[in-house]
C-alpha cells in the first residue's frame, strides 16, 4: 500500500501559550475524528506530529490514520524555525519510502506548518537545503496564526502561504474543518489522479487569507513580551505575556514612542518546558515600567508572581518577608516598595 504521509508541524512557542495552544490540541483531536469519516483517508493517510520552540522533537512518527492517538501538545522557549525544519528533512529522509525500480514509494509528503511567530535562529543554512532538496519533492502548506506571524519568511520556503486570524473556538473549528478538507481531497487526488501540488479545500475568506505578495507579509517587530516566572514551592514554570499596547505617548509639547506592554495572561507549565527551550543565554531585557500587570503564580496561587532574585530569576512569593529562590536556593528578602525607579528583566525568547 502507498502511503500518503502527512505532518504537522507545529510552533509549541512561548508566544502559543494559552488559547492558542489550547485550541491547536483541540484541533488535532477534532481533524482526526474528522479524517477517520472518509474511506480515502482511512485507507492513505498516515500523519506524524512534530513541535518546535527552541528545539524540535517528533511526538508521534507517521502513523496510520486508524492507530493515530494527538499528543499532549508541550511548551518551550524559543522558535526555532531553522532547527524545525533541520528536523523534518531528517524525519522525511528517514520515513518516506522512495520510489525505485523495484518499487513504488509513498506519494508525495504535505506538511502542514504552523507559527505565530518569528524565528529567533538562523533559518538561511536550513532554507538553502530545503530549497535544494525537498521543495520539489514535498509540498509545504505554512499557515501564520495571527497578526504576528513572520510571513515574509514563509514566503520564501513556500508559495502555499495562509494567513489564519481565528478570534474564538467556533473560528478555530471552521480552520480546522478546511485542513481536513483539503488533506480527504489530497487523499482521494493520489487515488484517482494524482497531481504534483496539493489540492486545498476553498478557503474560508472570513478568517483565511491566501499570502501572495511579499508586501503583504510584512509584520512588526516588538510587539511581545514573553517572561519566564518559576514556581517557588514546586519549582516548575510560569509564563507571563504580555501584548503591545499603543506605541505613542503624547504630553503638551512633547511626543514620545514609548513600548508599553499590558498583561495578556499567565500559563502554568511542566517540565518538559525546558527540554524544548533554546538553552543560549537571554540577553534581551524589558524593563519593569514598560510593563502593566502583575499576576500572581498559577501553579501555588502565591499573590505574587513578579518578584526577582538577585540570580535574574523571577520567582514567586507569599508577600514581604524571607524566600528561597527556586533556581539557585538562595534566600531573598522581600520588602514592599522597593526600588521606584523599576529595573530590566530578561525576556523569554516566545
Not at 491547536?24 to 475524528?33: A, C, I, N, T
Not at 506524524?48 to 493515530?68: D, H, M, Q
Not at 512588526?220 to 518559576?230: A, N, Q, R
Not at 530569576?313 to 523599576?342: H, L, Y
Request: with cysteine.
Amino acid at each position: 500500500m502507498r502511503r500518503l504521509p502527512i505532518y504537522m508541524m507545529l510552533d509549541v512557542s512561548e508566544s502559543m501559550a494559552g488559547d492558542n495552544l489550547r485550541q491547536l490540541q483541540q484541533g488535532l483531536d477534532q481533524l482526526v475524528s474528522s479524517l477517520r469519516t472518509d474511506p480515502h483517508a482511512l485507507e492513505t493517510v498516515f500523519l506524524s506530529t512534530i513541535v518546535f520552540a527552541g528545539k524540535a522533537r517528533t511526538l508521534s512518527p507517521l502513523t496510520e490514520l486508524a492507530a493515530y492517538y494527538p499528543p499532549r501538545l508541550p511548551v518551550g522557549s524559543g522558535t526555532s524555525l531553522g532547527a524545525a525544519l533541520t528536523h523534518l528533512m531528517d524525519e522525511i529522509e528517514r520515513s518516506v519510502v522512495k520510489t525505485t525500480s523495484e518499487q513504488k514509494g509513498d506519494w508525495r509528503p504535505v506538511v502542514y506548518l504552523m507559527t505565530d511567530g518569528k524565528p529567533t535562529d538562523d533559518i538561511e543554512p536550513a532554507l538553502k537545503r530545503w530549497n535544494a532538496d525537498f521543495s520539489k519533492r514535498v509540498t509545504l502548506v505554512a499557515i501564520g496564526v495571527g497578526k504576528y506571524a513572520a510571513l515574509e519568511t514563509l514566503t520564501r520556503l513556500t508559495e502555499n502561504v495562509i494567513l489564519l486570524d481565528a478570534a474564538n473556538d467556533e473560528d478555530f473549528k471552521r480552520f480546522v474543518d478546511w485542513v481536513s478538507k483539503s488533506v480527504v481531497a489530497q487523499s482521494r487526488s493520489v487515488a484517482m489522479a494524482p497531481v504534483a501540488g496539493v489540492n486545498l479545500a476553498k478557503l474560508d475568506e472570513s478568517i483565511l487569507k491566501r499570502i501572495n505578495e511579499m508586501e503583504t507579509a510584512i509584520n512588526v517587530d516588538e510587539d511581545l513580551v514573553v517572561l519566564t516566572g518559576k514556581c517557588t514551592n514546586n519549582k516548575l514554570p510560569y509564563l507571563m505575556k504580555y501584548e503591545k499596547m499603543a506605541p505613542l505617548v503624547n504630553r503638551p509639547g512633547i511626543q514620545l514612542n514609548v513600548a508599553v506592554y499590558n498583561l495578556s495572561g499567565v500559563y502554568a507549565l511542566e517540565g518538559d518546558y525546558y527540554a524544548l527551550s533554546d538553552e543560549r543565554a537571554m540577553i534581551r531585557t524589558v524593563h519593569t515600567d514598560s510593563l502593566i500587570g502583575s499576576p500572581g503564580c498559577p501553579h501555588c496561587g502565591n499573590p505574587i508572581g513578579f518578584a526577582m532574585c538577585n540570580c535574574g530569576q523571577v520567582m514567586c512569593i507569599r508577600g514581604e518577608g524571607p524566600a528561597t529562590c527556586p533556581t539557585c536556593a538562595k534566600e531573598c528578602n522581600f520588602v514592599s516598595g522597593g526600588d521606584d525607579d523599576g529595573f530590566d528583566v530578561a525576556r523569554s525568547r516566545g
